[in-house]
T-cell receptor, first 112, second 115 residues
């Protein structure tokens, strides 16, 4: 079991460029989440999905889009990157509301 | 508006002694609480959880206490070991039917265990 994997691990973008972060889980979890972590702050929820084909906004969704076409994958897109999106991005999954979330290793994104 | 607060950004403790990490919350709808541990350049890993119907949960060296009336929880690590040096996050989930497992995280407490 690989658990939750994230691709890529690091990326540097210029302002205005676009990119997609990929999250994959092999635990057959229904719920998946994207968070960002900034210095001095906890993890903040960007978007989440409660099943294949469903997505919903979290606490800080502006500037991001997501898709969940397959149960095991959850994609996070930045259409036009801004320096304020420089952060570490974590994906997580869980089988249910009262179960712990399993996190991926993170993607460190820098937008110049 | 931060609904989960960890007011101590750092904690230094001697190996073998007790580490006590604190967390306060403001939302009375939270009914499930978790602690996560995070090493640098890694994702958070689950440590221990507690539901609001309990006031204590133990797992080995880790114990979480919940005081609902004070909206306060704490994590005790006994005895502290060098491998416990990490950032610890408190997280909470509300009871509402549309919560979908969404977690609110505190800002974290950096624990350093010294020899």
């Amino acid at each position: 079991n690989a658990g939750v994997t994230q691709t890529p691990k690091f990326r540097v973008l210029k302002t205005g460029q676009s990119m997609t972060l990929l999250c994959a889980q092999d635990m057959n979890h229904e719920y998946m989440y994207w968070y960002r972590q900034d210095p001095g702050m906890g993890l903040r929820l960007i978007h989440y999905s409660v099943g294949e084909g469903t997505t919903a906004k979290g606490e800080v969704p502006d500037g991001y889009n997501v898709s969940r076409l397959k149960k095991q994958n959850f994609l996070l897109g930045l259409e036009s990157a801004a320096p304020s999106q420089t952060s570490v991005y974590f994906c997580a999954s869980t089988k249910g509301r009262l179960n712990e979330q399993f996190f991926g290793p993170g993607t460190r994104l820098t937008v110049l | 508006d931060q609904q989960v607060k960890q007011n101590s950004p750092s904690l230094s403790v001697q190996e073998g002694r007790i580490s006590i990490l604190n967390c306060d919350y403001t939302n009375s709808m939270f009914d499930y609480f978790l602690w996560y541990k995070k090493y640098p350049a890694e994702g958070p890993t689950f440590l221990i959880s507690i539901s609001s119907i309990k006031d204590k949960n133990e797992d080995g060296r880790f114990t979480v206490f919940l005081n609902k009336s004070a909206k306060h929880l704490s994590l005790h690590i006994v005895p502290s070991q060098p491998g416990d040096s990490a950032v610890y996050f408190c997280a909470a989930s509300p009871v509402t039917t549309d919560s979908w497992g969404k977690l609110q995280f505190g800002a974290g407490t950096q624990v350093v265990v010294t020899p």
